[in-house]
């Protein structure tokens, strides 16, 4: 069994890197143990396959190429197995913390100061500080050295009896503290709220809300922002201070579906402060946002904050932020959402630019299935109904997060095209797959249910030939549904038969 998981370690590393491990146990500062040597030695020559059913590999076969003639131990075979795979995890974490300099210089300046070598330390200290500084980007890895480096700070002072700088090294870390805390705070705040309408799951009353909900944010902002115009000095790290302004505001109107003022101050403060901010943060931010915009949809205008939303999207997507890291390839489940949205919105050009852009970042997996989906729904746009369908007719839906999206489409494709037949077979086919998919979202199941019934009552109506009408009940309940996927191309539609009839 040890064997079996110093091998499958082994087998992920190349070639450099098994020749590197073989210096790390052959050096006497990490191994002094020869016959440790040899074993690997031996194990490394079935590199890279390592097939355990060898006769060579067998523990008799290992023991006797290492002591010889020695009669065989197991005892003593299991200690050398054990200590060869041992020493391969101190590897894997020397090497991921060399690999860390910024870490290896905090050990350095840890140890330096625990030896009272304070000018040394103190020299290290500046230097680190300086190099973390000039690359400034707020992110969780940035607070988390900051802090490290405020209490070094601290313990330099301390224990070199230098009193002055000291209490403004511990305001800073009460700083970094607050910061760092309250961030995180949001973000499970963000994210528990998010998950419950996701799911549809009752979110319970507990010590981490009850805290959240007792902080008096208003009072904060407003000792910020005041001070802010007064030019008055009220922290160490100024810069974290005036971004807390974001979180400030998004607990505020979290908390109040019903507010605008600080929603708006929250999203005019990520434009301003944006270049402030890493990539993860800033993704984090839109996506709190996000939230927000959904929130509000539902408590005061759907139509507004779709739009809101959607110029959210947009300069999101200007900052690059729908992909981690220039390699990656962009979320399928982000590019069909981004993309129907500006459809939905007429924002028909734009939707082809970030079709142009981000289709080439899609998996080759699903990139075929999410290209011709995507020019479907473009020709639908302009009309050019059995172009869309034509195009429609090729996505194979690898993916299953397309094939809502495809049954909708084709179900608008049948209304235009008079396919009246096909579209209440649809109907019925579609409203099966949503009512037994356990992979959907309740909250999504519900939308598409809703648009199922806008939809089979005006397609009624059109099959009646004139002969009845949409009435205003229906069309009132239709123009203030919230979050109903489609919407204005169904109020398009009973329009269209209104005016018909």
């Given at each position: 069994m040890l064997l079996k998981k110093l091998v499958e370690i082994l087998k992920t590393f190349d070639k450099a890197e098994l020749r590197k491990f073989r210096r790390f146990i052959s050096s006497d500062f990490f191994n002094t143990n020869e016959s440790v040597v040899k074993l690997f030695k031996l194990i490394a020559v079935f590199y890279p396959q390592f097939s355990l059913n060898d006769k060579k590999l067998k523990p008799e076969e290992l023991f006797k190429k290492v002591y010889g003639s020695r009669k065989y131990d197991e005892k003593t075979y299991r200690y050398l197995l054990s200590t060869l795979y041992s020493l391969l995890e101190k590897y894997l974490a020397v090497s991921l913390f060399e690999r860390n300099e910024l870490e290896m210089q905090k050990y350095v300046i840890d140890d330096l100061t625990e030896r009272r070598l304070f000018t040394t330390a103190e020299k290290n200290l500046k230097a680190l500080e300086n190099s973390l500084d000039t690359n400034n980007l707020i992110g969780g890895e940035y607070i988390y050295n900051k802090e490290d480096i405020s209490l070094f700070w601290h313990q330099l002072y301390f224990l070199s009896n230098i009193q002055e700088p000291l209490i403004e090294k511990r305001y800073e870390q009460g700083e970094l503290q607050m910061f760092s805390s309250f961030v995180e705070l949001s973000h499970i705040y963000q994210i528990l709220h998010q998950v419950s309408h996701s799911y549809n799951l009752t979110l319970k009353d507990n010590i981490v809300f009850e805290y959240l909900k007792n902080i008096n944010y208003k009072k904060i902002l407003d000792y910020i922002e005041s001070n802010e115009n007064k030019g008055k000095h009220i922290a160490e790290n100024s810069k974290?201070?005036?971004?807390?302004?974001?979180?400030?505001?998004?607990?505020?109107?979290?908390?109040?579906d019903r507010d605008e003022v600080y929603f708006d101050k929250m999203n005019d403060y990520?434009?301003?402060?944006?270049?402030?901010?890493?990539?993860?943060?800033?993704?984090?931010?839109?996506?709190?946002?996000?939230?927000?915009?959904?929130?509000?949809?539902?408590?005061?205008?759907?139509?507004?904050?779709?739009?809101?939303?959607?110029?959210?999207?947009?300069?999101?997507?200007?900052?690059?932020?729908?992909?981690?890291?220039?390699?990656?390839?962009?979320?399928?489940?982000?590019?069909?959402?981004?993309?129907?949205?500006?459809?939905?919105?007429?924002?028909?050009?734009?939707?082809?630019?970030?079709?142009?852009?981000?289709?080439?970042?899609?998996?080759?997996?699903?990139?075929?299935?999410?290209?011709?989906?995507?020019?479907?729904?473009?020709?639908?746009?302009?009309?050019?109904?059995?172009?869309?369908?034509?195009?429609?007719?090729?996505?194979?839906?690898?993916?299953?997060?397309?094939?809502?999206?495809?049954?909708?489409?084709?179900?608008?494709?049948?209304?235009?095209?008079?396919?009246?037949?096909?579209?209440?077979?649809?109907?019925?086919?579609?409203?099966?797959?949503?009512?037994?998919?356990?992979?959907?979202?309740?909250?999504?199941?519900?939308?598409?249910?809703?648009?199922?019934?806008?939809?089979?009552?005006?397609?009624?109506?059109?099959?009646?030939?004139?002969?009845?009408?949409?009435?205003?009940?229906?069309?009132?309940?239709?123009?203030?549904?919230?979050?109903l996927p489609h919407k204005a191309w169904l109020i398009k539609k009973a329009e269209e038969l209104d005016l018909m009839s």
């Open positions: 974290l201070v005036k971004v807390l302004k974001i979180y400030l505001c998004f607990m505020i109107t979290m908390l109040d990520v434009g301003e402060y944006s270049d402030m901010f890493g990539r993860n943060e800033l993704q984090n931010l839109h996506l709190m946002l996000a939230t927000c915009c959904n929130r509000k949809r539902t408590s005061l205008n759907d139509e507004k904050y779709q739009r809101i939303n959607f110029e959210i999207i947009k300069r999101a997507a200007s900052l690059d932020l729908y992909t981690s890291y220039t390699a990656q390839y962009m979320d399928v489940n982000n590019f069909i959402i981004i993309f129907q949205q500006a459809l939905q919105l007429n924002e028909n050009d734009w939707a082809a630019e970030f079709l142009r852009k981000y289709g080439e970042q899609i998996s080759p997996e699903y990139s075929e299935d999410i290209i011709s989906y995507s020019f479907a729904e473009l020709f639908f746009t302009k009309g050019q109904f059995d172009r869309s369908l034509a195009s429609l007719s090729k996505v194979k839906l690898k993916l299953f997060r397309l094939k809502v999206p495809v049954k909708v489409l084709q179900l608008k494709l049948y209304y235009e095209l008079n396919y009246l037949e096909e579209a209440y077979s649809l109907i019925d086919s579609f409203t099966h797959f949503l009512t037994s998919n356990k992979k959907l979202r309740k909250n999504e199941i519900n939308s598409y249910l809703r648009f199922l019934n806008f939809y089979r009552e005006i397609l009624k109506t059109k099959a009646a030939s004139g002969s009845s009408r949409i009435n205003k009940e229906f069309k009132n309940e239709l123009i203030s549904a919230s979050l």
